[in-house]
């Protein structure tokens, strides 16, 4: 593979096979900052072959592989030392005949789809005015000594480890941040709830930017569930959007979590239609 010098090689790049395939299909969703960004991090790397053309981003655990390909053409995709994530995004009821084909493609590299979701959407400020019942379990949570507390960088890798394992969040749907980008997050993107012996027993993370907080997730430990512990979590998130004058709130959720489906249809949240098929290709062992 080659690493990706910048993005005007990347627009070449495209740019020739768009003109060599009039007919393709692509799966590539990020915008062109995102892709500037990864490639100043020299986390892009390319197969530019007579099958398609090929973009690998390392999200440190995992790749996440974007791409350009002939529509109805055969291509093939080898496993690597990380697993593989190729997502497509496509509209309610609009997968045409191009995604289709390149699904069956997918299966034929032995990629397995993991799960399909939904977009969710919402005004905070109209989601915030739904949450007095959540504030009942803040305050009775404070009352029994559990603390709800904007995390500091110490306390980070116990979060992400915590909400990893939990089973919520895969490791293929976290998206690789330095750890110069995690310090100069907005202070309560990293939120946990500790107990009377100031022990995290949950954890939530959040990314805000430009007024929009995108793919927020937390977790509660097993042995705290049931005890009122997510609501008080959910609620001092909400309460951080307003504080931080976010005004939109986006995300994304599998079409069969009905719990979470629930709670944030309780709260206002709107469904748009896009949907989301996440593939994954196991690594192999073999360097």
Known sequence: ????????????????????????????????????????????????????LF??????SYYRVCMYVEAGGVFSISKRHKKLLVRNIYRKNQ????LVEFEKNLERNEFNLAGTSFQIQGRMSEIWKNCSRLEKFFLAME??????VEADYSCYKEI???????????????????????QMMIPGSYLCILDK??????????????????????????????MGIAPML?????????????????????TDNDASIRYHKSLGYQWTDKYANDWILQKTDLV
């Not at 690493?3 to 740019?15: H, Q």
């Not at 480890?161 to 980008?181: F, G, N, P, R």
């Not at 949950?202 to 937390?218: E, L, P, T």
């Open 160 to 182: 992400e480890d915590l909400i990893l394992a939990s089973d919520i969040v895969k490791d293929y749907q976290m998206s690789y941040l330095t750890e110069q980008e995690k």
């Open 1 to 52: 593979m080659n690493r990706l010098k910048d993005i005007e090689e990347y627009k070449i790049l495209v740019r020739e096979f768009r003109k060599e395939h009039k007919a393709f299909y692509s799966n590539f969703y990020f915008m062109p900052k995102d892709i500037d960004r990864y490639i100043s991090l020299g986390r892009v790397e390319y197969e530019n072959n007579e099958e398609g």
């Open 143 to 148: 009352k029994k000594g559990f603390r709800c």
């Open 95 to 98: 997968q045409d005949e191009k």
């Open 55 to 60: 973009f690998y981003f390392d999200e440190e």
């Open 197 to 226: 012996q100031n022990q995290i027993c949950a954890a939530s993370i959040a990314y805000a930017h430009d007024g929009v907080a995108r793919d927020g997730v937390f977790a509660v430990k097993e042995e705290y569930k049931m």
């Open 234 to 254: 959910a609620f001092r998130r909400l309460k951080w959007t307003f504080e931080n004058k976010v005004d939109f709130g986006q995300g994304w959720i599998l």
